[in-house]
């Protein structure tokens, strides 16, 4: 099982960036697909949860967003978006995918994806 994401980049501050990510492989079901981020300076750390949503649709987002992302998932295509909206310098990350995922054979895992910059200048 492999995540792959796409839509990072470079923004201004006040901008907005929507990242996507697709998860494939030998798939039964997928249980929680989400985004973490760990910012420059900060590898030695955990990353961020940034939000996540389970297959039901129930989300959760860090405290931190004040309501400027928004999750959102499509589970005929194993895919999960992250709409971001009036970015901000400290959103400069390395975004990356996360999945609660049951493969056909063998019980559930946790996969994640390689991460996609996201760079927010002033």
């Known amino acids: 099982v492999q995540l792959l994401e796409s839509g990072g980049g470079l923004v201004r501050a006040g901008g907005s960036l929507r990242l996507s990510c697709a998860a494939s492989?030998?798939?039964?079901?997928?249980?929680?697909m989400g985004w973490y981020r760990q910012a420059p300076g900060k590898e030695r750390e955990l990353g961020e949860l940034?939000?996540?949503?389970?297959?039901?649709?129930?989300?959760v987002y860090a405290d931190s967003l004040e309501g400027r992302f928004t999750i959102s998932r499509d589970n005929a295509k194993n895919m999960v978006h992250l709409q971001m909206n009036a970015l901000k310098p400290e959103d400069t990350a390395v975004y990356y995918c996360?999945?609660?995922?049951?493969?056909?054979?063998?019980?559930?895992?946790?996969?994640w994806g390689q991460g996609t910059q996201v760079t927010v200048s002033s």
């Open positions: 940034v939000a996540n949503i389970n297959s039901g649709g129930d989300t």
């Open positions: 492989g030998s798939i039964f079901s997928i249980n929680t």
């Open positions: 996360n999945a609660i995922v049951l493969p056909m054979v063998d019980g559930e895992i946790e996969v």
